[in-house]
């Protein structure tokens, strides 16, 4: 940039607008990646509570199948 020497406000001026533009950059990109990075955390976060979810449901399923198998030997016992 070409300095004036008879201009030197409008000099600093464009300066602080180039300093001002370079940190607004700074922040948007920042944010951009705090964001990513978010959905990043999210995505995992729902994968842990879908894994834990159905390991749940899988435990509920195979108390309920013993529970039906040991009725019905139960059942059996008393018959016989």
Do not use: D, E, H
Request: hydrophobic share 60%; net charge positive.
């Amino acid at each position: 940039m070409l300095l004036n020497p008879f201009c030197p406000f409008t000099t600093a001026k464009v300066l602080a607008l180039k300093a001002t533009i370079l940190v607004l950059l700074t922040l948007v990109i920042k944010a951009r990646v705090q964001i990513v990075t978010g959905s990043a955390l999210g995505i995992a976060l729902l994968l842990l509570q879908t894994l834990v979810f159905l390991a749940v449901s899988g435990g509920l399923v195979l108390a309920v199948g013993a529970a039906a198998l040991y009725t019905t030997q139960q059942r059996k016992g008393v018959a016989a």
